[in-house]
Structures are given as structure tokens and as C-alpha cells.
């Protein structure tokens, strides 16, 4: 029996969006051109884009349509500093558990463009220390060009206090991005309410297509363009229209994910976890993602866990990037105050739409007798 628990990595596409894309794969027209088959493709962009934004909360166009989760970061974090330094403003505040789509950018503009890069700090559970926003705010707030605080964890699936961090923020006016790609369709998102002045979403993580990306833009924003080119997407995000990758995206996006269900198998492996190795301590224990499971093993290293499963059959993820084929402590662990030696004991089980109790029931299985070659292996 395979097993594939790394949902949060990407998910199998749902039949709706897969019928979807197939359909409009064979219609012709470039939605930007004046004929009729290219209005016609224009046409199912539009009431995609209008789906998509009752899905969110936002108006049609505050959707803009980019090629990934990681462009959309990329445009709202580089283009809300640019805007911010006009005025000014360098100081990029980030938290210190930011998918690599927002933590590399920074970093790109701290060595590229001279901005100054601050990470806002998080606490055990993963979850962002507002306080120390809020000190941050009440010292530098008119240095701030972007706040950008992800709406929940991809390792831990630990939830972050947004609707906050954007009433902190609104006192000084500071713009606000957040990325949403872990939490859309999974847990109560909506932009309008939220406050934000951005937000990205990604196709492949909700049974939609790779390939297409959101980035949801306040109304009237004018923001500086990564791609310039043909003007589509507000000028903002030049380049033809995906139209298959969009009606696909919206019909995912209508599919609701059985969250109920998700969460009782999410129960179910933690409690398995917790009992077939007592040692064994879960990351995260406040308010998170339903299908999420990040969870430490003393004694072991994470690659030979994972290895040990796969050759079991079982998907899993450490959730970390590997360099060079050496696996780096995750900097969500890190921030979380675990040591190096613990951050590379852990392991991140995500679970999707498509999870039996039979695939849990068989990880449960393996795992104690994994954990135990595991650690035999780290002893020698
Ligand atoms: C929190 C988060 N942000 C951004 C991304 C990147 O999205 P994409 O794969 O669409 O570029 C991911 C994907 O792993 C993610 O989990």
C-alpha cells in the first residue's frame, strides 16, 4: 500500500477542476484578442475571476492572476518596498517562519535594493509574538514599507493572529501582505474582512493546477511590475492569460475540502503517534491547519525517516529546504526554540482530500518499528 501524506507540498488536481481544464485546453483564443473566440476565453476568465473572488472575499478586480504562490509573494513583498522607499521607507518586516517565497526576497532586497530586513519573532507554538510587532511599531513604524506575516504555517500549520497584525498596522498606515497559500480553502479566509492590503493563493495546494498563482491587490493599488509586457493583470502582471489554469484554479476553489474529516484522521495520528512513541512531541498545539502533523522523534535524523518510509511506501516531508543534498534544520523549528540536533528530528505529515483512516492506520504501523531503525542508525 503507498501512502502519500506531503498534501501540503501539493495535492492530486479534483475531477471538477481537471474536466475544467481539459475543456478549455481545447477552445482557442488569446483572452486579450478582439475576436470572438478570443472575447469567448476572456469571457470564462472573467467569471472565474468572479467565483474566485466570492470564494475570498475580495472584488473581481482585486484578483490577479500570476504563475505561482511564489510570484505572487515576490510581487506583493518587492513591489510594496518599492512603493514604501519612495516615500522613504526601507524596513521590511517579516516573521521568522516565512515560506522561502517571502524570506528570500527579503533577503534579496537587503542585498540588492537596500532595504533593511526585520524578523518579527515567534513563540513555542510558532506563533507570531505580537508584542514584539507592536514594540517594533511603536520605535519605527515610519520606516516600515511592508509588513508580510504568512496566514499560516506550512511546516506547523500554525495559524497567525492576521486580523492583529493588520489592526497594529493600520495605525501607522503600513500595507500588510499575507500569504495564504497553506490556508486557502482550508480554514475561513477572507480578504475584505481581513484587512490586508495583499494576499497570495496558490492553484496546486487546494486540487487545482500547478502552474497559477493569485495575488489578491487592494483595489486602486498601483504596484511596480516584476514582468512588463503586454499590460494584462492591472499592468502589473504581464503575459497571456493562463485560461486552462484559471478555470481549473476556479473550479477547485468551489469544491469545498472536507475539513471535518481531515481533522478526525489529523486526531487520529497524532494520538497514534503520541502512544506507538511516547517520547515523540508534537509541534504546534494551538489553533492550525487541519491536515497538518509536524511532529519530533529524539534521537532521530529526519532524512533517514523519511527514507525509511519511502522505501515503506509512505510520502512524507521534513518541510525544510535540502541543499545540496544536506538537510538543513528548519528555520520554522529554529525560530520556535528547538536546538539543532532536535529541529533535524522532526517530521511533517500532511494530510488531503484523498486520505483513507487506512493510510493513517498503516503509518501507524511502520512508524514505531521506523523510529526504531532510526535511531539504531543514529547511534552507529
Ligand atoms: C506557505 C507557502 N507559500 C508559498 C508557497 C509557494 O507556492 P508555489 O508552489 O505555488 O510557488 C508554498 C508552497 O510550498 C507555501 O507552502
Redesign the pocket.
Known amino acids: 500500500m503507498s501512502v502519500y501524506l506531503d498534501h501540503?507540498?501539493t495535492t492530486p488536481m479534483v475531477e471538477p477542476a481537471l474536466v475544467a481544464m481539459n475543456q478549455q485546453l481545447r477552445k482557442l483564443g488569446n483572452p486579450s484578442s478582439l475576436h470572438t473566440p478570443g472575447r469567448s476565453a476572456r469571457k470564462d476568465i472573467e467569471q472565474s475571476r468572479e467565483s474566485l473572488a466570492k470564494v475570498v472575499g475580495c472584488i473581481p478586480s482585486e484578483i490577479i492572476f500570476t504563475g505561482?504562490?511564489?510570484e505572487s509573494?515576490n510581487t506583493a513583498l518587492k513591489g510594496l518596498f518599492w512603493k514604501g522607499r519612495k516615500e522613504g521607507k526601507n524596513l521590511v518586516l517579516i516573521s521568522a517562519i516565512e515560506?522561502h517565497?517571502i524570506l528570500d526576497p527579503a533577503q534579496w532586497l537587503q542585498e540588492h535594493e537596500g532595504a533593511q530586513v526585520i524578523e518579527i519573532p515567534v513563540d513555542s507554538n510558532g506563533v507570531v509574538e505580537i508584542e514584539a510587532l507592536d514594540t517594533l511599531l511603536s520605535q519605527r513604524a515610519d520606516e516600515v514599507a511592508v509588513i508580510s506575516v504568512?496566514h499560516a504555517n506550512?511546516e506547523t500549520g500554525a495559524i497567525q493572529p492576521i486580523a492583529a497584525i493588520v489592526q497594529a498596522a493600520n495605525e501607522y498606515s503600513i500595507p500588510v501582505h499575507s500569504?495564504a497559500?497553506?490556508s486557502f480553502g482550508k480554514v475561513g479566509l477572507n480578504f475584505a474582512e481581513l484587512g490586508l492590503t495583499a494576499m497570495?493563493l496558490?492553484g496546486?495546494?487546494i486540487g487545482g493546477p500547478l502552474g497559477i498563482?493569485v495575488l489578491v491587490l487592494k483595489r486602486g493599488l498601483e504596484l511596480p511590475a516584476l514582468l512588463h509586457g503586454g499590460g494584462q493583470e492591472r499592468e502589473i502582471r504581464s503575459g497571456t492569460l493562463n485560461a486552462p489554469a484559471i478555470v481549473a484554479l476556479s473550479a477547485a476553489a468551489e469544491c469545498s475540502i472536507p475539513v471535518e474529516e481531515i481533522q478526525q484522521l489529523r486526531q487520529l495520528l497524532e494520538n497514534g503517534i503520541k502512544q506507538a512513541v511516547p517520547d515523540a512531541y508534537i509541534n504546534s498545539t494551538g489553533e492550525k491547519l487541519p491536515g497538518i502533523v509536524n511532529a519530533t522523534y529524539p534521537g532521530t535524523e529526519s532524512d533517514t525517516l523519511l527514507l525509511l518510509l519511502d522505501a515503506e511506501g509512505i510520502a512524507a516531508s521534513t518541510g525544510s529546504a535540502c541543499s545540496a543534498g544536506v538537510q538543513r534544520p528548519s528555520h520554522v523549528l529554529l525560530a520556535m526554540g528547538h536546538n539543532e540536533k532536535s529541529a533535524r528530528s522532526s517530521l511533517r505529515f500532511s494530510i488531503g482530500t484523498s486520505t483513507t483512516r487506512a493510510e493513517i492506520e498503516r503509518v501507524l504501523e511502520v512508524l514505531p518499528v521506523v523510529i526504531e531503525r532510526a535511531r539504531a542508525a543514529n547511534l552507529r
Do not use: L
Open positions: 501540503a507540498a505561482s504562490g511564489t509573494d515560506h517565497a504568512m506550512n500569504d497559500v497553506q497570495s496558490s496546486h495546494k498563482g
